[in-house]
Antibody, heavy 119, light 106 residues
Framework: EVQLVESGGGLVQPGRSLRLSCVAS????????MQWVRQGPGKGLEWVSG????????GYADSVKGRFTISRDNAKNSLYLQMNSLRHEDTAFYYC????????????WGQGTLVTVFS | EIVMTQSPATLSMSPGERVTLSCRAS??????LAWYQKKPGQAPRLLIY???TRATGIPARFSGSGSGTEFTLTISSLQSEDFAVYYC????????FGQGTKVEIK
């Protein structure tokens, strides 16, 4: 059974940083691309970032480009999202997802971790 | 930037009814379209990819069609567990979601 478990969310002030982690199990991690997708309060889904199996292809939404960095450690079956210069509008549930490609559809999802940016 | 537009925003339906959700892309995306179901407090669930291929474990009452710029998700007979928000997503370029269609109980 595929399991994706996110962690690292919490309360943070604007301008500060946070690092999200996602630990994967139940599948061969380095066979798959991975993504982060978020949903803000009362908002729709927003694709944030994606990374290919070998980190050779990486993409970001315009809203986070230059502030967020996606990475992975295949030896640890882990995906990361380094979030810098956080803004109020980054407040959301952040989901880790197994994907068909860095910029493709996402077939398996974690339960999410909540990031709240507050003054 | 490809913009995805879903219609309608909300559908009020009764169990057993046939439901049709629409999704339009601002430019051609071939068949690079997925549909997801999202319920409050739950992770999104992939329903359809490649515009018309059901994901593993998805019931046959869910079907997708379309190509280019016009796409449709059909639920042939609405079940109680199908009341949710549905999102289309293009992945012809870096992925982008539509704003969602809420299917609510009438």
């Amino acid at each position: 059974e595929v399991q994706l478990v996110e962690s690292g969310g919490g309360l943070v002030q604007p301008g500060r940083s946070l690092r999200l982690s996602c630990v994967a199990s139940g599948f061969t991690f380095d066979d798959y691309a991975m993504q982060w997708v978020r949903q803000g309060p009362g908002k729709g889904l927003e694709w944030v970032s994606g990374i290919s199996w070998d980190s050779g292809a990486i993409g970001y939404a315009d809203s986070v480009k230059g502030r967020f960095t996606i990475s992975r450690d295949n030896a640890k079956n882990s995906l990361y999202l380094q979030m810098n210069s956080l803004r109020h509008e980054d407040t959301a549930f952040y989901y880790c997802a197994q994907a068909n490609g860095a910029g493709s559809y996402a077939s398996q999802w974690g339960q999410g971790t909540l990031v709240t940016v507050f003054s | 930037e490809i913009v995805m537009t879903q219609s309608p925003a909300t559908l009020s339906m009764s169990p057993g009814e046939r439901v049709t959700l629409s999704c339009r892309a601002s430019e051609s995306i071939s068949s690079h379209l997925a549909w997801y179901q999202k319920k409050p407090g739950q992770a999104p669930r992939l329903l359809i990819y490649g515009a018309s291929t059901r994901a593993t474990g998805i019931p046959a009452r869910f079907s997708g069609s379309g190509s280019g710029t016009e796409f449709t998700l059909t639920i042939s007979s609405l079940q109680s567990e199908d009341f949710a928000v549905y999102y289309c997503q293009q992945y012809n370029n870096w992925p982008r979601f539509g704003q969602g269609t809420k299917v609510e109980i009438k």
